[in-house]
């Protein structure tokens, strides 16, 4: 095996392959090398240059791997020229982790939007996942961004399978004939055997109301508590945690469907890195002048109505850790009390009815207020005298 330099890499330290300059100041005695001890910049940067680039190759995959944010990597590269050369390599692209792969919209750029692609390009599945949503939701190219999600969905990426069931049950990016809700339902359930739990509980929704399956009360309502136990699993473990934060642990939250407690930190960072950019991408971008923000809160009753005839321009599902815009016009159904809020999913409107929206929607408080604010005038003669016709 060669290293940079040409020289064979081996377990025994010959002197033979060993560089010119090195082994004549380690064995010329009297030498100022060989009385300093350390050595110097120069001999640091030989000897960096002597590692074989398979090793080189295998570090970086596991810097890549282990990375906690984008910068972990990206300081590895800018190192040397070499590091940038090598980076480039399958196998470090193939490994890189969610986190390392987690650009936020404030940071979008097109260097970023190449390392993702390169990244897709080598095989990686959460690479796939998260330039196929942007392309999808925030650049407007549906047709490679759905070719990238399914790619990462044949892979077994449970996300990726979980957001094309969302794109099947709406028909995004066509018209409303194209929804395909038995499509859906399968993609649903295959998200859910992987451990999805909005899938889980999306496919629980389906059974109870007989959307794109059979109806089957009982098999919904498993599903449902399956999810539920799930969701309060993965809460206590992140509260377990010791980073977990002193507001995080006083705080605290409805789960969906039977009222469990849990923090809401715990529940806010199970966002993917896909949803926390369509978020961050939209709340600097709106849809249209006329767009609702996704900060609004979920249907009551359990109860989505498809979009009305109400409202002007395109709107975000209001689940504020969701992000999914609309891709037409009344795309997203609508709380069937309230009317005011909309949801891209079943899953999206479970969690945030318990979460916030419970509390909130009552139409009476609505219409109090209008009732107020145009009360109806006292009849008086005049005004009917005024109000009389002719004889």
């Known amino acids: 095996m060669r290293t940079r330099r040409g020289a064979c890499y081996s377990c025994h ?16 005695e009297g030498s100022p090398s060989a009385v300093s001890g350390p050595v110097g910049s120069g001999a640091v940067g030989d000897m960096f240059d002597e590692l074989p680039d398979d090793l080189v190759v295998s570090i970086l995959a596991d810097v890549a791997a282990s990375a906690a944010s984008p910068a972990d990597l990206a300081g590895a590269i800018m190192t040397c020229k070499r590091f940038r050369e090598l980076a480039q390599s399958k196998v470090v692209l193939t490994k890189a982790s969610p986190r390392c792969l987690a650009v936020r919209a404030k940071s979008w750029s097109d260097a970023a939007h190449r390392f993702l692609q390169r990244c897709a390009d080598a095989g990686n599945l959460d690479a796939s996942y998260l330039l196929g949503m942007i392309r999808f939701y925030c650049l407007g190219s549906r047709g490679s961004g759905a070719a990238l999600m399914a790619a990462a969905a044949v892979g077994g990426h449970r996300d990726a399978l979980y957001s094309l069931a969302v794109i099947q049950f709406n028909g995004s990016g ?26 889980l ?95 609004g809160t979920g249907p009551g009753p359990m109860e989505l109505e498809d979009g009305g005839s109400g409202g002007g321009g395109l709107r975000l599902c209001s689940h504020a850790q969701c992000g999914r815009p609309e891709t037409r ?40 207020d209008a009732a107020n604010a145009n009360p109806i005038p006292e009849p008086n003669a005049d005004a009917a005298a005024v109000a009389a016709p002719a004889l």
């Open 13 to 28: 330290d010959d002197e033979a392959h060993l560089p010119k300059r090195r082994r004549t100041a380690a064995t010329e």
């Open 174 to 199: 066509g018209s409303k004939d194209d929804r395909d809700l038995r499509a859906g339902a399968a993609l649903c359930a295959r998200a859910a055997s992987l451990g999805h739990v909005d899938a």
């Open 201 to 295: 509980r999306e496919l629980g929704h389906c059974l109870q109301d007989g959307y794109g399956v059979r109806r089957s009360l009982l098999d919904g309502r498993r599903l449902l508590i399956q999810a539920n136990a799930r969701e309060l699993a993965a809460a206590s473990a992140s509260l377990a945690k010791p980073s977990s934060s002193r507001a995080g642990r006083q705080h605290s939250c409805l789960l969906s469907d039977f009222g469990c407690r849990a923090a809401a930190a715990a529940a806010a960072g199970e966002a993917h890195a896909a949803n926390r950019f369509l978020s961050d991408w939209f709340a600097a971008r709106p849809l249209a002048a006329e767009s609702v923000s996704g900060t």
């Open 329 to 368: 016009r009344h795309e997203f159904r609508r709380c069937s009390v309230c009317g005011v809020v909309n949801y891209c999913s079943r899953a999206c409107q479970a969690l945030h009815w318990k979460m916030a929206h419970k509390a909130e929607c009552t139409p009476m408080d609505r219409w109090l």
